[in-house]
Nanobody
Framework: VQLQASGGGLVQAGGSLRLSCAAS????????MGWFRQAPGKEREFVAA????????DPADSVKGRFTISRSNAKNTVYLQMNSLKPEDTAVYYC???????????????????WGQGTLVTVSS
C-alpha cells in the first residue's frame, strides 16, 4: 500500500485547510486510517483516526472541535479537514494505514503498517 498525502501549505491563523491521503495498491475502506503530525523539534503525535467501519475515534484534545477526519471510499482517499488553525498546528502531517485492523491502538504509531511521506502545514500568526 502506498499513501500520498497532499494539501498542506501556508495559511494564516484562523484559516482552514483540507489534507488528502490517497492510496494505491490497497483499498482504504478495508483499513483503519490515521493522521499524525510532527512539529519541529517534537515527537510525532496522534491527531485523528477513522476505523474501516467508518466510525472515528476521538481526536487529540489539541484539535478537538477544529479537525475532522473523513473518508471517500469511491475516491480511495482519507481527508483531514482543519479549521480555526493555530500557529501551534504547524507541523508535517502524515497519514497512515492499519491494514491489520487492530483494536485499541489507533492513537499509537505502532498501530500502523504503512505511512505516507508527509505534507507540511505552516500556520502564520
Amino acid at each position: 500500500v502506498q499513501l500520498q498525502a497532499s494539501g498542506g501549505g501556508l495559511v494564516q491563523a484562523g484559516g482552514s485547510l483540507r489534507l488528502s491521503c490517497a492510496a494505491s495498491g490497497g483499498t482504504l475502506s478495508r483499513y483503519n486510517m490515521g493522521w499524525f503530525r510532527q512539529a519541529p523539534g517534537k515527537e510525532r503525535e496522534f491527531v485523528a483516526a477513522i476505523r474501516w467501519s467508518g466510525g472515528s475515534t476521538d481526536p487529540a484534545d489539541s484539535v478537538k472541535g477544529r479537525f475532522t477526519i473523513s473518508r471517500s471510499n469511491a475516491k480511495n482517499t482519507v481527508y483531514l479537514q482543519m479549521n480555526s488553525l493555530k500557529p501551534e498546528d504547524t507541523a508535517v502531517y502524515y497519514c497512515a494505514a492499519d491494514v491489520s485492523r487492530r483494536v485499541g491502538v489507533l492513537r499509537f504509531e505502532y498501530g500502523y503498517d504503512y505511512w505516507g511521506q508527509g505534507t507540511l502545514v505552516t500556520v502564520s500568526s
